[in-house]
């Protein structure tokens, strides 16, 4: 049973920047592809980037030049750089599988608020 743990979430002003990362356990990480998923407070959990296991990323427009994907394969994880955040970035933000889900971590919460 894969397991992902998110980290780096924060209170953030607008303008400012967080590092995202996600770990996960088990032995196929390095064959998929990965998204970062975003949950707004009461709406739907939305893919907001994603990335394939040789390196291509795909972005929200809503994200694209403000948002970088990554990926480390030797480690596991999956970061997303965010910069100049804004309002409407906040929410609860996971990794996970774009189809097929592993189970859902518990995500980290980004508040972007002066």
């Known amino acids: 049973q894969v397991q992902l743990v998110e980290s780096g979430g924060g209170l953030v002003q607008p303008g400012g920047s967080l590092r995202l990362s996600c770990v996960a356990s088990?032995?196929?990480?390095?064959?998929?592809?990965m998204g970062w998923y975003r949950q707004a407070p009461g709406e739907e959990r939305v893919l907001v980037a994603s990335i394939s296991s040789g390196g291509y990323r795909n972005y929200q427009d809503s994200v694209k030049g403000r948002f970088t994907i990554s990926r480390d394969n030797a480690k596991n994880t999956v970061y997303l750089q965010m910069n100049n955040l804004k309002s409407e970035d906040t929410g609860v933000y996971y990794c996970?599988?774009?189809?097929?889900?592993?189970?859902w971590g518990p995500g980290t919460t980004v508040t972007v608020s002066s």
């Open positions: 996970n599988l774009l189809a097929n889900w592993w189970p």
């Open positions: 088990g032995s196929l990480f390095s064959i998929v592809a």
